[in-house]
């Protein structure tokens, strides 16, 4: 069973900082892409940022250059590094991990980063 825990999320100013953690606690799978997800009120979910087991990452072109994701395979936990930050990235951010060749697509309870002065 997979279980995603998050945290990291906040109330940050425009052109602040925040860094997300998601530790997968359950089943670990040898080949995996992770990576967060971001919903806005009223928006559908969107790709924010991924990596895979091997280290291969993909960010949404409008995070490029102010997101960083990386992984530690050994704390089975990947993190977002989210610097100047703007009030559009504003959403509910979830952890989400797809084994792949395996069944399965399991997200996090998702958490809260407001930008606002």
């Known amino acids: 069973q997979v279980q995603l825990v998050e945290s990291g999320g906040g109330l940050v100013q425009p052109g602040g900082s925040l860094r997300l953690s998601c530790t997968n606690s359950?089943?670990?799978?040898?080949?995996?892409?992770m990576g967060w997800y971001r919903q806005a009120p009223g928006k559908q979910r969107d790709l924010v940022a991924t990596i895979t087991s091997g280290g291969s990452t993909n960010y949404a072109d409008s995070v490029k250059g102010r997101f960083t994701i990386s992984g530690d395979n050994a704390k089975n936990t990947v993190y977002l590094q989210m610097n100047s930050l703007k009030s559009e990235d504003t959403a509910v951010y979830y952890c989400?991990?797809?084994?792949?060749?395996?069944?399965?697509?399991?997200w996090g309870q998702g958490t809260q980063v407001t930008v606002s002065s």
């Open positions: 359950g089943t670990i799978f040898r080949l995996y892409r």
């Open positions: 989400n991990l797809d084994p792949i060749g395996r069944p399965g697509y399991y």
